[in-house]
């Protein structure tokens, strides 16, 4: 029984969005056709099936209306999108259409079981979609919210707050411990992970020797968005890339994005011809591959310079011991896209915790994917390597805080030309 048990979480830091990721519901599009195909087959066993069939429609309908839309994610309104979906339909309101659904799903999940298919249908994760949909108009941790990945267009109810259910879970066992080298600040995971929750933290200090790590902040360049478009602003970014890949052995640089990884690559792609560039594709099924590559050049002899996303497939729970890694470098603060759906994160965290809520809503998990891109190169007590913060932001009082102490006190902040010096002086 859990309440026998003792819970031990590792790489802890994930466990806000796993939880929330755990609880979100997304319906696409080749789900709703599926769907319809699923239960227009069962027409002649149940009368219900055809009103639904209406429903699937003006579902349809309503993701079509929202393809016109020129944002890539935004949130939509659940009291419009009730309305659409049962206009024109035998239906009053939404719980009608849910009652029914319910009924179909079961119908079609015990018809699947006897024909030895256990996996979920479409009309199941259809019905779970308007089933909290319907939760999220009284619950604010729930946002609706559509995102377009062309050619395709998605419905999610998507949970931005993890706390009910990590306390609940928590609670059920006889304790819980929870373990990450990037839980910094503590009271800020507290707080988001469990509320109001009485929880015990120990932060160690870092026990790798200081002699085998310089930790540097550029104090003059930036990605805000105010500045992405600066020319010198850009040139030193670039200068700073340049400096870096002079360091011998493997290293990597981080970006916030894949749309400033691609400026930089193309930027760079002459200046760093010689050295092996090896950029993460976007596509995880080539992910793999190129990986191998940029890990198999120091048994041949040869390094090279991978540039990668911070927060992507390159940057979280990989060791790269030895002379896998040499340095690594996070440019800008990678924080999440800002948009309509960021700003009502915000602004709920603002309401459940104050002035504190955007830095745990926003600046935190930033924090988290540069502290884990620089974490990739000291694995074991033997490794060496240059940790590098590409951002003036993070010299910042409130993000510098935010920073795990070890980071904070060894870390010097440089300019482009003074970069340059301590890179060549590093061995």
Request: hydrophobic fraction near 40%; include cysteine.
């Amino acid at each position: 029984e859990p309440a026998d048990a003792m819970l031990l979480i590792d790489e802890a830091h994930n466990c806000g969005e796993v939880m929330t990721g755990i609880m979100n519901v997304v319906v696409g599009e080749q789900v709703l056709a599926q769907a319809d195909r699923e239960i227009a087959a069962i027409r002649r066993h149940l009368k219900s099936a055809a009103a639904i069939g209406q429903i699937i429609s003006n579902i349809a309908l309503f993701m079509q209306g929202l393809k016109n839309s020129h944002e890539t994610e935004d949130w939509f309104d659940p009291a419009i999108f009730d309305r659409m979906v049962v206009r024109g339909s035998l239906y009053k309101d939404m719980a009608e259409v849910v009652e029914d659904l319910m009924k179909i799903s079961e119908y079609i999940r015990e018809k699947n079981m006897m024909a030895g298919e256990y996996s979920m249908s479409a009309t199941e994760m259809l019905t779970a979609f308007l089933v909290r949909i319907s939760c999220s108009s009284t619950d604010p941790g729930y946002l609706t919210v559509y995102r377009k990945e062309e050619p395709d267009i998605f419905l999610e109810v998507r949970s931005i707050d993890p706390s009910d259910r990590l306390r609940d879970l928590a609670l059920s066992h006889h304790c819980t411990v929870l373990i990450s080298g990037t839980l910094a600040p503590l009271e800020s995971y507290q707080r988001y992970f469990f509320g109001d929750l009485p929880v015990t933290g120990c932060s160690l200090p870092n026990t790798f020797p200081k002699k085998n790590r310089m930790v540097l902040c550029a104090g003059d360049i930036t990605t805000a968005f105010s500045m992405r478009e600066n020319r010198e602003n850009s040139a030193r970014v670039a200068q700073y890339i340049q400096h870096f890949a002079r360091l011998k052995g493997n290293i990597a640089v981080y970006f916030p994005s894949y749309q400033i990884l691609d400026t930089y690559a193309r930027l760079l792609a002459a200046p760093l011809a010689s050295r092996n560039l090896i950029i993460e594709p976007k596509d995880a099924r080539d992910a793999g591959e190129a990986l191998t590559t940029f890990l198999s050049l120091p048994s041949r002899g040869k390094s090279g310079i991978l540039f990668a996303v911070a927060g992507g497939k390159w940057s979280e729970g990989l060791d790269y011991r030895g002379e896998l890694l040499s340095g690594a470098m996070v440019i800008g603060l990678p924080l999440a896209p800002y948009n309509q759906v960021r700003k009502m994160t915000i602004d709920y965290f603002r309401h459940k915790f104050g002035p504190d809520g955007e830095f745990i809503s926003y600046t935190l998990p930033a924090l988290n994917r540069a502290e884990q891109a620089i974490g990739r190169v000291l694995r074991t007590p033997e490794d060496r390597g240059i940790l590098v913060l590409g951002e003036k932001r993070f010299l910042e009082p409130r993000v510098k805080a935010g920073l795990p102490g070890w980071i904070r006190e060894e870390m010097v902040e440089c300019t482009a030309e003074s970069f340059g010096e301590v890179v060549k002086r590093w061995k």
